[in-house]
């Protein structure tokens, strides 16, 4: 069996996230719930869905919904992170329902991250 290539890798990832986005449209906010098995017992999966009926109530079309492994940070699950256009992502933990709808009206819908529920703004990719 050939060896895999960061190359690989990142086209593997590309595909998967192509396969997982749940909306179709222009992609002005992408939300990425991380479902790693830690974040599955903190209960990821009712703030996924509480993000889709987000999403389903303001008939959005131009928000891409999709999931990832565990971020690391299995102490401050359940975690989403927020990418706005034009803006760093930020990483939002210890989520509830009742800050999914907040987090979802101001930084989703109005661009104004929720600073008291947000860990880190920005990314790092090693190169």
């Not at 992502?89 to 709808?101: A, H, N």
Request: hydrophobic share 40%; proline share 2%.
């Amino acid at each position: 069996m050939a060896k895999l290539k960061i190359e690989d890798l990142e086209k593997i990832t590309e595909e998967f996230k192509r396969k997982m986005t749940l909306r179709e449209g222009a992609g002005r906010v992408k939300i990425t719930v991380h479902l790693g098995t830690c974040g599955i017992a903190a209960g990821a999966r009712k703030i996924m869905n509480s993000f889709m009926e987000e999403i389903e109530k303001s008939k959005a079309t131009d928000i891409i919904m999709t999931t990832s492994g565990c971020a690391g940070l299995c102490s401050r699950e359940p975690m989403a992170t927020v990418e706005v256009i034009g803006n760093a992502p930020i990483k939002y933990v210890d989520l509830t329902i009742d800050k999914v709808k907040i987090i979802f009206d101001k930084h989703v819908m109005k661009g104004a991250f929720v600073q008291e529920y947000a860990l880190s703004v920005g990314s790092e990719k090693i190169q």
